[in-house]
């Protein structure tokens, strides 16, 4: 009965008036990515009339694997067995990049749209939606006074907040160059792994404030006055020092705002790549506010001192930090990162005072498999 | 010095090491779609491998228009002058729908994703992002002992909320077949529109909460336990009164976490489509709770009353419910509507029955533009 119930709508739909009514029927025909039960991926694309189709994609180093086609127009490609991870892809179609039209996960990741799929197993149990309790994530916005503009941010608040009137520890989570506010939730799956974490017992419950670190801009990329402007890695402000000086804004805002426990002991800064330089610069600048930091794949190095005089006595800022003992300095990077010679430097520098922090050395280079690992190794620290 | 240090990034992330790397450095090389300042629309996409490209979207009523090629590789298409709007559009290139790849601008419209554009004018200045207080806007969930789940929300409160202790008026907005709780905001630019209305004084500070009606679904696509399931329209238990049945369960949860006025001069009902039905019969069958009502393009008759009875008096519903006198009863359809008739239906039984309501006929179809309009038009309707 509600098949041909559903079969009639679609058949008033595709008359005369389609034209005016919203395409409510167009179910995909192609399944892609199929995920089998060896943990190959099949990718499929109907498209009878392009001369050639490659699949590109993390798993691939991005390179370009070359898709079949088969006689009825579909184009396919079989991996060998991948290791349980989310991956990136995107298709070469006759030159053009493209995301794939049968897949509607897509992430954007700095300047482009990918698609995107899970390999399940042990390492990615912690990115899936389960049956546990879920905290809340907001998209709220806050008056920043030093950067003269309201600016937007993203806040998790664990299970049972909004029921209760605990008090929370804070952890600053701050995103790497061309990102912004929601690159965390989207493609570090941070909802999931604290949902997933905080279940098991091995994450304090906790609130976790993702801001933007593109001091010029108010939120991410169509969310600002700016209205829907590409986004683009070069924005001015980033490394200049605007960003760790308008930090309290935030700070004050979330401690006004939110149940906070707002002292040193109860807050953490952690970041990658771009984000590492903010956690390492701001936690320095402010000696007195984080009690624990945490470097992913950080850049270390001021880029452009232009703006302010906080890049001036970086070892003076480490050691009025440290004289505060901090009760974690987390530093984690992968061995083919291109930042990793930044890393040793900046070790060596802490070594050379005397400053004791935990150093985690993966495999891999400056990219989301590791930032989630580092992630979720950092929070089970926290706080505890 | 800046952008020294910006190349001398991206040289070391083009060395040996890169395909270990994140794609950070991938700038848009083409710009798609360009708005005219007479408010035409030039779209591009560089392809020189491809044979035919085509635009396709609403604004063409899904036609297809032939883009051009250029000696250079470019495809190339303006359009006439277009009506402010928010359009959705797409690519066919060589037989194959794709997203634009110079547009990171996506929305999931039930089971494809489409590009979207704003042309500015009167009738788009509630979609921009202003410099106005913003609302904040939540991802939460809710248990619903009626469904035996864990469902998800996302809710939008006002301005001032957070800071504030006022108690505030709901209204329960409803997404159609095929949505979900993610489509008013994404699809239906609910936060700009309440931001800037109420920025106005057009329209009553109030909270927003926008459930997900497919009762067989805790969540959005790939929000769930399900993971990432491709979407699909053919969902069980959608219009058979499940929905309808468990909707206390919301009722309840809001009024118990939000700081709400729980009673029935202050509570909205709300939707579009299969949203307008689960509004019509939602407020039938609760009718002590909510005294406005708005049923845009709505689906009235029921389509499967396999599950409950509680379609079978709807007059008698619709008697109990206009006893008790509701505030505000609008009905919004477009002339094309495909469910005109239905609609028309529908007021000759509310005629019969000598029960006030509101009529407004539009233009056009069954359609994001016209459910956006009616959004405008009727919260500024309510509790006034």
């Not at 993390?58 to 991996?79: E, H, I, S």
């Not at 300095?329 to 004791?356: M, Q, S, T, V």
Request: net charge negative.
């Amino acid at each position: 009965m509600k098949k041909l119930i559903l079969l009639l709508w679609a058949l008033i739909a595709l008359t005369a008036e389609v034209s005016a009514q919203q395409a409510l029927w167009g179910v995909p025909q192609v399944i892609s990515p199929e995920i089998n039960p060896d943990n190959t991926v099949t990718f499929r694309l109907k498209a009878p009339d392009v001369s050639q189709a490659f699949v590109t994609g993390d798993f691939l180093d991005w390179g370009k694997a070359p898709m079949t086609k088969t006689d009825d127009g579909m184009w396919q490609l079989t991996t060998d067995t991948l290791p349980a991870e989310l991956y990136l892809y995107n298709y070469i179609v006759d030159g053009l990049s493209i995301a794939d039209p049968s897949n509607v996960f897509t992430i954007r990741d700095v300047c482009t749209v990918f698609n995107y799929f899970i390999v399940p197993g042990n390492a990615t149990e912690l990115y899936n939606v389960c049956d546990v309790p879920h905290g809340t994530m907001r998209q709220i916005w806050y008056d920043s006074p030093s950067l003269g503009m309201k600016r937007r941010l993203n806040i998790y608040t664990p299970p049972g907040y909004e029921a209760g009137d605990n008090r929370y520890p804070v952890l600053y989570l701050l995103h790497g160059m061309g990102g912004d506010e929601t690159a965390w939730a989207a493609l570090g799956r941070a909802a999931q792994i604290f949902d997933n974490l905080i279940a098991d017992g091995r994450m304090k419950p906790m609130i976790v404030v993702m801001p933007n670190g593109n001091a010029s801009q108010e939120a991410a990329p169509g969310e600002t006055h700016f209205g829907l402007v590409q986004p683009t890695v070069a924005l001015p402000h980033t490394m200049d020092g605007a960003f760790e000086e308008a930090f309290p804004d935030i700070i004050t805002f979330v401690d006004n705002t939110f149940r906070t426990v707002p002292d040193k002991a109860h807050r953490a800064i952690a970041g990658l790549s771009m984000g590492g330089f903010h956690s390492c610069h701001t936690s320095r600048l402010y000696p007195d506010k984080f009690d624990y930091v945490g470097l992913f794949s950080a850049a270390i190095s001021p880029r452009d001192k232009s703006h302010t005089k906080i890049y001036d006595d970086i070892e003076g800022g480490l050691k009025r930090q440290f004289d505060q003992k901090p009760a974690l300095y987390w530093i984690a990077i992968g061995d083919k990162d291109f930042l990793y010679e930044e890393n040793r430097n900046f070790r060596a520098l802490l070594d050379k005072g005397g400053y004791p922090y935990e150093y985690v050395e993966s495999g891999g280079g400056h990219c989301w498999p590791n930032w989630r690992n580092y992630l979720t190794a950092f929070v089970q620290r926290l706080f505890k």
